[in-house]
Each structure stands twice: as C-alpha cells, then as structure tokens.
C-alpha cells in the first residue's frame, strides 16, 4: 500500500504534556487506525475510525477522521512515562492497510 | 474473544537455507489474514493476504509465498532466504463487517546470515 505523512517522525515530551500527530494521503480511505508498538512487539491497536468527522477516545487518546477521509490525528493528553513508544497511523481500504512512517514518543521524567 | 499467535518468535537461519513462518488465529472463522514484514527501523509493508482459503493474493514480488492450509492458519515459506529477508514478520487479521480494523500477532524475527 502507500506510504502515509505521519509527523512529527519523533518527539520528546515532557510527563503530564499533551502531544498531537496527524497523518495525511492523497487518497480517500474508509477507515483511520492508530496503532502503537513497542520494541520488539507487533503493534497494537488503540482507536479505529469508521466515519469521516468522527471522534473517538479511549482513555487518555482522542482520534479523529478527517471530514475529507484522506487525513486524521491523535492526541494523547496527559502524557506519562509509559507512553513511551512508536505510534502508527493506518489508513484502511478493501481490507488492506496503508501505513504511516511512525512518530516515536520519548518521555522525558 | 479472538486470539493470534505466530512463531517462532525468533529465527536465525543461513543464506540460502528454507523458511516456514507460522500464524494461527482462535475465536473467529473465515478471518482475512495478512503477512506483514517491517524492516529494521519502521514501516510495515503488507506482503501477502487472504481472503479464504486458497485466495491468496501477493502484494510485492519477492522470495517468499504464501498459503493458508486451514480457515484460520496462514504460512509465510521460502524456498531460499536472502540476506534481505531479514527483518520482522507480523501475521495480522481482520473479520466480519469491521474488515478494514487489523489486529497484529506477536512477530517473528528474522535474521538471515
């Protein structure tokens, strides 16, 4: 599939900050997915969107699909220690995934 | 609830040597399945996926096939590994009418040498 523009590509943030990234395409997708992974781990999945406009949380993360369909952000508010990590935004259409480069979070204590 | 697992966790195999990646997803039939490689530093790339048993479509023309023996087990082969095959294999699966929302196994590492 194609490559997303995830950005930032890195971030260092301080504990209790909130931090946004967002991803944009050239092309329409009908699903927004955000993922984080560990090292060496597979990613997980932390909030799937269905629907342009829509917002979703779950916990601490808020996501949103872009009205156009071709872009879409998180925000992790409150951030902390545990946060740390890679985070993948994924842009989902006839079963298949376009993945971001990823923005890799470091907390600083 | 649904489960995924792959293995092995970690390979090091030779150049030149055959290779047998194996994923098996619980709680659910007819899943999509999907072989996903992300190489050292980032980006995952979608190598093959199944809709079925015996529909198995390739994404990137490579060393590696797959097959899906069983509604729920994939197998990501090769014949001959490549220094280039090296990196990380994540099996991953989606189903029902929430198709697009992909859920990853635990990944393989691989290193060839």
């Known amino acids: 599939g194609q490559q997303l523009n995830q950005s930032p590509q890195s971030m260092f943030i301080q504990e209790g900050e909130d931090v946004s990234m967002n991803c944009t395409s050239s092309s329409i997708f009908n699903t927004w997915l955000w993922y984080k992974q560990d090292p060496g781990e597979g990613p997980v999945l932390l909030i799937a969107?269905?629907?342009?406009?829509e917002l979703t949380s779950n916990g601490r993360l808020t996501a949103q699909f872009g009205i156009t369909r071709k872009d879409s952000f998180l925000n992790i508010s409150a951030s902390i220690p545990s946060d740390v990590g890679i985070y993948f935004c994924?842009?989902?259409?006839?079963?298949?995934?376009?993945f971001g480069a990823g923005t890799t979070v470091t907390v600083r204590a | 609830s649904q489960t995924i697992h792959q293995w092995p966790a970690t390979l090091v195999q030779p150049v030149g040597s055959p290779l047998s990646l194996e994923c098996t997803v619980e709680g659910t039939s007819n899943p999509n399945l999907y072989w996903y490689r992300q190489a050292a530093g980032r980006g995952l790339q979608l190598l093959f996926y199944s809709i079925g048993i015996d529909q198995i479509s390739s994404e990137v023309p490579q060393n590696l096939s797959a097959s899906r023996p069983q509604d729920r087990q994939f197998i990501l082969s090769s014949k001959k590994l490549l220094l280039s095959d090296s990196g990380f294999y994540l099996c991953?699966?989606?189903?029902?009418?929430?198709?697009?929302?992909?859920?990853f196994g635990e990944g393989s590492w691989l290193t060839v040498v």
């Open positions: 991953a699966w989606s189903v029902g009418p929430r198709g697009n929302t992909i859920y």
């Open positions: 969107l269905y629907k342009a406009g």
């Open positions: 994924a842009g989902a259409q006839d079963y298949k995934l376009s």
